[in-house]
């Protein structure tokens, strides 16, 4: 167990539609990652935040937002939902935001179905 | 073209059988190469990361090796167990801790 905790675990919704998927970070941990691993191209990158700002962007689509709270729990709004959006999305988390040795814990990841 | 390369695609081993795992890349500059297994459906899991001035680090029965100027790195399972059996994936690390991920290896140990 990483500590890092993900919900729902699984999501089945319909095109067109928009969900929001939660993340906790590791107790201790400021920064908070979102990657999406899809069949056919792994493990993207999409948008890191820090202490509750936006640190980097990966190849994150508009329809797809995200923020960090107080709290530093992190969520990933996805809207406008495409067959293809359907992927398992994992959150990860790090002590700091900018060491270039940051080990990153990830959460079991939700599945997201779009029919 | 994929900036982290990633060989075998696919492997089967006996247990009990070592095994290497190729990574080349092309991502530069870049501060660290991580190794990560991923069992199905699981997020993955650090096995080692190296700095670019490092040429191994092992990790138990988990041994990776870096060669920065021919930029390729490998992985070494020695003695294999039905629980390595799982996708290994190498990711490069860049300043601002962005990781570009390769497409991984998927190991499958049998008895």
């Known amino acids: 167990d990483s500590g890092v905790t993900q919900t729902p675990k699984h999501l089945i919704t319909a095109t067109g539609q928009r969900v929001t998927l939660r993340c906790s970070p590791r107790?201790?941990?400021?920064?908070v990652y979102w990657y999406q691993q899809s069949l056919d191209q792994g493990l993207q990158f999409l948008i890191q935040?820090?202490?509750?700002?936006?640190?980097a962007k990966g190849n994150i689509l508009e329809r797809f937002s995200a923020q960090q709270f107080p709290d530093l729990h992190s969520e990933l709004n996805l809207s406008s939902l495409e067959l293809g959006d359907s992927a398992l999305y994992f959150c990860?988390?790090?002590?700091?935001?900018?060491?270039?040795?940051?080990?990153?814990?990830f959460g079991p990841g939700t599945r997201l179905t779009v029919l | 073209k994929n900036q982290v390369e990633q060989s075998p695609q696919s492997l089967i081993i006996l247990e009990g059988k070592n095994c290497t795992l190729q990574?080349?890349?092309?991502?530069?500059?870049?501060?660290?190469l991580r190794w990560y297994k991923q069992d199905t459906g699981r997020g993955p899991v650090s096995l080692t990361i190296?700095?670019?001035?490092?040429n191994t680090k092992s990790n138990g029965r988990y041994t990776a090796t870096l060669d920065a100027d021919t930029k390729q790195s490998s992985l070494h399972i020695t003695a294999s167990q039905l629980s390595d059996s799982a996708s290994y994936i190498c990711?490069?690390?860049?300043?601002?801790?962005?990781?570009?991920f390769g497409g991984g290896t998927r190991v499958l140990v049998k008895p």
């Open positions: 990711v490069l690390g860049a300043a601002g801790n962005k990781l570009t």
């Open positions: 107790s201790g941990d400021l920064s």
């Open positions: 935040y820090y202490n509750g700002e936006e640190r």
């Open positions: 990860a988390s790090s002590w700091g935001g900018t060491s270039l040795y940051n080990e990153q814990f």
């Open positions: 990574c080349n890349y092309t991502v530069s500059p870049f501060s660290n």
């Open positions: 190296m700095t670019f001035s490092e």
